[in-house]
């Protein structure tokens, strides 16, 4: 028979207690890490909420492009996320469109949309097509700049100008054109029309 030796034994056992350690640690971080993922998402789904409600409050109102109109844009904020609709022709039959949805936008985004320093905005929202993005500026900023007569900018369809927040109503929008006068209208073709 074999002698055991007792170096051999130890070494044995310090192995497989080290290999049992770390086995166990490994099992500990992975429930730790879902622990912390789980936490994680909790906690952005109740950030997210609060930021929308932060964004809300920032944002929600009706908007127009001249002082001398009345709203055409409305933000506002239904079933916990932000919305944006705009204002229909009388013909329509009702006051707003459909919602689109509008998102929060990073800062570090804002040279996408307008030629301003991202340091002088307090937040930037805007529709996930960004056919739509509106920013607010810091009041200290808006105040010392002569360009600026308003603390909201807004990127319509790929320009940027003030845009200014007015009191909302609820009044049907005029048509641009009266239906029954349309008699100094002329369609005069372009280049070659066949006729068939």
């Given at each position: 028979m074999k002698q055991l030796s007792i170096s051999k034994i130890g070494s044995s056992l310090v192995l497989s207690s080290a290999?049992?350690?770390?086995?166990?640690?490994?099992?500990?971080?992975d429930n730790s890490e879902a622990t912390t993922q789980t936490a994680k998402t909790a906690a952005e789904s109740s950030s997210s909420t609060v930021d929308i409600g932060?964004?809300?409050?920032?944002?929600?109102?009706?908007?127009?492009?001249?002082?001398?109109?009345?709203?055409?844009?409305?933000?506002?904020q239904q079933n916990d996320r932000l919305v944006m609709q705009m204002k229909e022709p009388k013909s329509a039959g009702r006051v707003w469109d459909d919602p689109e949805p509008l998102e929060?936008?990073?800062?570090?985004?804002?040279?996408?949309?307008?030629?301003?320093?991202?340091?002088?905005?307090?937040?930037?929202?805007?529709?996930?097509?960004?056919?739509?993005?509106?920013?607010?500026?810091?009041?200290?900023?808006a105040?010392?700049?002569?360009?600026?007569?308003?603390?909201?900018?807004?990127?319509?369809l790929q320009g940027a100008n003030t845009i200014?927040?007015?009191?909302?109503?609820?009044?049907?929008?005029m048509d641009l054109i009266d239906s029954e006068d349309m008699s100094n209208i002329t369609v005069k073709p372009i280049g070659k029309v066949e006729v068939q």
């Open positions: 290999a049992l350690l770390l086995t166990a640690c490994n099992n500990n971080q932060q964004y809300a409050k920032q944002f929600s109102g009706c908007y127009t492009v001249s002082h001398d109109e009345p709203a055409q844009i409305k933000v506002s929060p936008i990073d800062l570090s985004q804002t040279k996408n949309y307008f030629s301003i320093n991202k340091n002088n905005l307090t937040a930037i929202i805007g529709r996930p097509d960004r056919v739509f993005v509106l920013a607010n500026i810091k009041p200290a900023y105040n010392i700049n002569p360009m600026l007569d308003s603390e909201y900018l807004g990127f319509i200014y927040k007015v009191s909302c109503d609820d009044a049907v929008n």
